[in-house]
């Protein structure tokens, strides 16, 4: 009777050590990944935290670093031409990687035509202004065309049917859908390093928006969108991409109040500010001409700066 009760000791100690790896879910691990660890014959998870801890520094400090290494760092940092000098000037350069540039604005101020002009530069050398990779196309709200793809390659005198296989596409249909793509994405980045330099979600918050309404369910979103941006930030910076966000407005009905004389705000609240490192407010201007505002960034100044949009993609007012 002792030897039995030890051996069911020993048994329920070994069930103890292993657990089904459906538990990570309820951890924050997603879905589809736990499906590819079975997939791969990883169907129990082993509690060895400290060693797997100790592995991941070795491999990633997460420690403090001198601002000399730091600044080694972000030489790596790459600016990826608008396809308007003059927006360029305004931003730095361009759109940079390892970080979040989000784009704001009313519809018909070009939001979803810079991210089709920065998947066809973001192919060509980087003395052309480009970072010499692939791009990556979560479209949210059906806008991504593959005839605009084809009109900017030929301003640029890029193989149009070449420019199209070096962009990746998905519609997402549910703000769910859209975190799985973001993972899936970037498990496509590791797979690929160094050969992608540009991620574009047209836009952040139009599934959100869908999905959650209303007061009641806002703290929900708000979370949810908050692990969104904090997984990007995570891409961008782990696989030197640019991220670049579109991002919808909505009237301020006590800006009437104050005497602001664009009563427009961009959705997402605090969640969506902190995330972005620059922000680009784009409005109507007079005629065809738009005019780009840097709405928040730690590297340019707040200014203005003219630009168009036309066959070719975003261009300089002329």
């Known amino acids: 009777m002792a030897m039995d009760q030890v051996v069911r000791d020993q048994d329920d100690l070994i069930e103890d050590e292993f657990e089904e790896v459906d538990e990570l879910q309820n951890h924050g691990i997603n879905a589809a990944d736990i499906t590819k660890l079975r997939q791969a014959g990883v169907c129990t998870v082993r509690a060895k935290v400290d060693k797997l801890k100790e592995a991941a520094a ?29 927006l360029d000037e305004l931003i730095g350069g361009g759109i940079q990687t390892m970080a979040i540039t989000e784009a704001f604005g009313e519809f018909r101020t070009g939001k979803t035509q810079l991210g089709h002009t920065l ?3 973001a192919q060509l050398p980087l003395a052309m202004g480009g970072g010499n990779g692939k ?12 005839e605009r793809i084809k009109a900017i390659a030929d301003r640029f005198a890029i193989d149009s049917e070449a420019a199209l296989e070096n962009i990746l596409v998905a519609r997402a249909y549910n703000s769910e859908h859209q975190m799985d793509l973001i993972t899936e994405v970037a498990a496509r980045f590791a797979d690929e390093k160094g050969i992608f330099r540009l991620l574009v979600i047209d836009s952040i918050i139009a599934l959100f ?3 959650f309404s209303g007061r009641g369910e806002l703290s929900e979103r708000q979370q949810k969108l908050n692990q969104m941006l ?7 910076e782990e696989f030197n991409v640019a991220v670049y966000l579109t991002n919808q407005v909505q009237s301020d009905p006590g800006a009437g109040m104050t005497f602001v004389a664009d009563p427009k705000k961009p ?5 969506m500010a902190h995330a972005s490192t620059t922000r680009l407010y784009l409005r109507k201007g007079r005629g065809e001409e738009r005019v780009a505002k840097v709405y928040d960034s730690p590297d340019v100044p707040e200014a203005e700066a003219p630009y168009a949009i036309s066959a070719g993609g975003i261009v300089d007012v002329s």
């Open 230 to 236: 904090s997984r990007l930030t995570k891409i961008a």
């Open 58 to 86: 070795k491999l990633h400090s997460a420690s403090f670093i001198t601002g000399l290494e730091y600044c080694a760092q972000r030489k790596k940092v790459m600016a990826i031409s608008t396809g308007s000098k003059q």
């Open 209 to 211: 928006r869908t999905d």
């Open 135 to 146: 791009a990556a196309y979560i479209d949210t709200e059906g806008t991504f065309r593959h």
């Open 119 to 121: 998947c066809v530069i």
């Open 267 to 271: 959705v997402g609240g605090h969640i």
